[in-house]
């Protein structure tokens, strides 16, 4: 069993930016790949970034070029760096670690972190 715990979400002003913080219960270098995703009510949950334990990136959609994502392998801390956010980044901001077992892929998630971009 792995334990997410998110922290950082908030309420900041467009063109502001905000720092996210994932705490796994586990070392992340067990985990294969650890992201970030965000839903807004009423729509699927979709991927923002994702980094492997190899340390291998990658960003979706509006992401890209605007967020960072980073691992810390002692802090066992995955952290998200979001620069110039805009209104349409308001949204429940979930940290998600992802690895395989016996060939069957394990997916834990945290309870979600609300960040809140005033336009």
């Known amino acids: 069993q792995v334990q997410l715990v998110e922290s950082g979400g908030g309420l900041v002003q467009a063109g502001g930016s905000l720092r996210l913080s994932c705490l796994a219960s586990?070392?992340?270098?067990?985990?294969?790949?650890m992201g970030w995703f965000r839903q807004v009510s009423g729509n699927q949950r979709e991927p923002v970034a994702t980094?492997?334990?190899?340390?291998?990136?990658q960003y979706f959609g509006s992401a890209k070029g605007r967020f960072t994502i980073s691992a810390d392998n002692v802090k066992d801390t995955v952290t998200l760096v979001m620069d110039s956010l805009a209104h349409e980044d308001t949204a429940v901001y979930y940290c998600?670690?992802?690895?395989?077992?016996?060939?069957?892929?394990?997916?834990?998630w945290g309870q979600g972190t609300q960040v809140t971009v005033s336009s």
């Open positions: 998600n670690a992802q690895y395989w077992v016996g060939g069957r892929r394990m997916s834990y």
């Open positions: 586990v070392s992340i270098r067990s985990l294969g790949t």
């Open positions: 980094i492997t334990s190899g340390g291998d990136t």
